[in-house]
């Protein structure tokens, strides 16, 4: 039975000020539960897809629902949809403004009004989350990159959204820093939380997503991550290249050494030693 649809777009229009239409009846959804990779080129509308999703923009044409509800724009519909979805955007400096990590963290649970011992716990939980409990108290514009990215996560997710949806959440960050990225959206997903990202790292949707959305011009294509990703017409409508891992595995599959015919493309290189039937040596 297929997962519900916790946010969805439904026959969405929208264009900015004086600009062209970015969408027109656009359908997309948000299936719980299931990590999802939104990718598509530069100016394809992955950000505007976003802010939509999260309330920031409102659609011209068509609605957003949340758990089948039209979403009203209003300040009651948005202090619904924000307690359910929330996003972070691409460059933390957007984000932060509060003097101190542990203040920037605090600031939508004491807006949402709730007490506050509920606030100190939800905070410290998101610094423990994000691996930064260390800084707590350190001013944010003093903080590297990667730190500013993750105490942005961090605000986001002391919100304790059942969607948290990231726009390009590893870009900037050292290989490290990815994978301790990776790790933790690893962790708020086995709690039940429903990740959306975009990027622009095919191999990285490929190993992180269960589904993966590709933006062309003829809208939105949503699928499970392997088989989107290996369409080559997709890939090619959003100036993506093939997966690494999938190419190995057709490559593989072609030449029969392949162990198992029916496994899934690689997606790390001990998965690619798996197939290959051998003992993984020390990678
Ligand atoms: N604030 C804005 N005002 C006017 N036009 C905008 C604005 N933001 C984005 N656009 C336009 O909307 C379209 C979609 O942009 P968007 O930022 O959603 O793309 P994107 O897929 O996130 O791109 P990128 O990969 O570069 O981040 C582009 O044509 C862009 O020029
Ligand atoms: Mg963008």
């Known amino acids: 039975m297929s997962k519900s649809v916790l946010v969805a777009l439904r026959g969405v229009s929208f264009a900015y ?63 619904t949809l924000r307690t359910t979805v929330q996003l972070v955007v691409q460059d933390p400096d957007d984000q932060l403004f509060a003097a101190s990590v542990e203040q920037d963290v605090s600031f939508g649970p004491l807006n949402l009004g709730l007490p506050d011992a509920e606030v100190r716990a939800r905070v410290a939980e998101a610094l423990e989350a994000l691996d930064i409990a260390a800084l707590a108290d350190r001013p944010t514009h ?40 990776l790790a933790t959206l690893d962790g708020l997903r086995a709690a039940g939380t429903t990740v959306v990202m975009a990027t622009h790292d095919v191999d990285l949707a490929l190993r992180w997503a269960d589904d993966a959305a590709l933006l062309t011009p003829s809208g939105a294509h949503t699928g499970p991550a392997e088989e989107t990703l290996s369409r080559r017409d997709l890939l090619a409508a959003s100036g993506l290249r093939l997966p690494w ?39």
């Not at 490559?251 to 690619?272: I, Y």
Request: hydrophobic content about 40%; cysteine-free.
């Open 17 to 79: 000020e004086d600009g062209p239409p970015v969408f027109t009846g656009l359908d997309f959804e948000v299936r719980e539960g299931r990590a999802l990779a939104l990718l598509g080129r530069n100016g394809s509308g992955k950000t505007t897809l976003m802010r939509l999703l999260s309330g920031g923009l409102r659609p011209r044409g068509g609605e957003l629902l949340l758990s089948g509800r039209a979403v009203r724009h209003d300040r009651k519909g948005l202090t």
């Open 142 to 181: 003093l903080l590297s990159y990667g730190q500013r990215k993750r105490t942005a996560i961090a605000g986001a997710v002391a919100m304790r959204p059942r969607v948290l949806i990231l726009d390009e959440p590893t870009a900037g960050l050292d290989p490290d820093g990815q994978e301790r990225l």
């Open 245 to 283: 891992g999938v190419a190995a595995g057709l490559f593989l599959r072609a030449r029969g050494p392949a162990a198992d015919d029916t496994a899934p493309a690689p997606r790390t290189p001990e998965e690619l030693v798996a197939l290959l039937g051998q003992q993984p040596p020390q990678l």
